[in-house]
DNA sequence: AAGCACCATCTACCATGTCAGATGTTCTTG
DNA sequence: CAAGAACATCTGACATGGTAGATGGTGCTT
């Protein structure tokens, strides 16, 4: 059996929801957060609900204005593109480690996430392709056995989650294409050439980089209509 | 004149107050901290001090075991190598694109790093020499001009620069090898060469972590005396 | 009508109170 | 004397109250 099982705190919980409802689309980008009005909403007092912000702040999904008030981050077509590079660093340096630490298992996760893309995508499930993608390059981060790693990973990839689901919502990206990248870093890993990986792991973040700029430049601001937190 | 004169909130001065006692080793590796004596010593409410012990944990300076009592982290020679491990990752990146975006600045910070270091080393001043050491390669950090990197860093680099203070209290370290090595960086950068810059400084952190293990393997514990926070 | 001072209102910041869980000690019991 | 139960005490989790600062509107002044 396993050791424990800690209930998850007030506070965690009050963060998970808010960061969920902003990851999800629920929360619009730069909407106005009182840590009040989401106290009421949540049923929690507002000593959670202020932990819970302050970790998002540090997570980059709000800002904190003082005595003004709490804000769904907005993007920033300069900001954006350092997250992604910030991303290319960690993902390639962490197949390279994936490559040479445990080749078999990291191919095996990679084979499975594109599996099911392929199913998703067969299926028509848009979201279901989202969190495969996710599984993809997460596995790629996981590989590298590195928690200090998998933590900066963690911290910067939540704000790149949210723009996916602000900025994506008729599917613009091209799905066909992202498919077939991930399955030529998946053959690269699968022949252990950690350069080649690199190489298209670079070129795949870095054009969803590019429709990131191409979708800010046009919406100009995240209009996504606010929606209710729910239980 | 300057645009706005923020003074900071008591939340951020009990938090940096906390880091450097900890940091500076004024408090023990994997002393007890309790949220009331630390607001007592401090003079302030429980509140900043649960929030600024938050803070640190993010931070991977302190770590809180639900209803037991938070603890100032204690070193794992594990974890310090995963942390020295991602340090190399987010440099090697930095100096890389810092060669690339702006040489000259970069190539000028360096070396005023190097004269500070030497001077701290003529001057017999370790805590001069460990500062201009950190200038370093926060310049390197700086130079990409990536400010989700620079996050990074700093969320990370917090812990290493604690061990440093609390391992090489007499000065173990051989600074000699290490003016030297980041000369050599120094010399790689100025020459614009990217992979001979990555290679020394993977080397140089490299023999920052053996120094770690073997202080880590020998003190078996952080035993440096407790000390009081000063105002 | 334009500009400015005043004020109602909202915000996060900080202080304090209450409570349940974890721990160490003491007392009881075999 | 050993082992376990009951208790006192310490801790952080969470709730609530008070306050300074920021904002937006209103009415007065010119």
Redesign the pocket.
Known sequence: MQPVE?PK????VTADKIRNAIVEGELALGA??????L?DLLG?????V??A??ALQAEGLVV???????FVFTPDSHVVDELCEHRVILETAAVRLGITRNPSELTRQLAASCDAMQSALDAGDPHGYTRADHQFHNAIIESADNRALAKSYVLMISPLKALRTHLFTIMTENTDRSLSEHHLVLNAVRDKDPDRAISLLSAHVGHLAEAFRANLSTSQDGKISPATLEA
Request: aromatic content about 0%.
């Open positions: 800690h705190s007030l506070n965690e106005k957060l009182s840590e009040q009005r106290a929690v007092s507002r000593s959670p202020r932990d912000l302050a904190i204005s003082p005595k003004r008030g709490s």
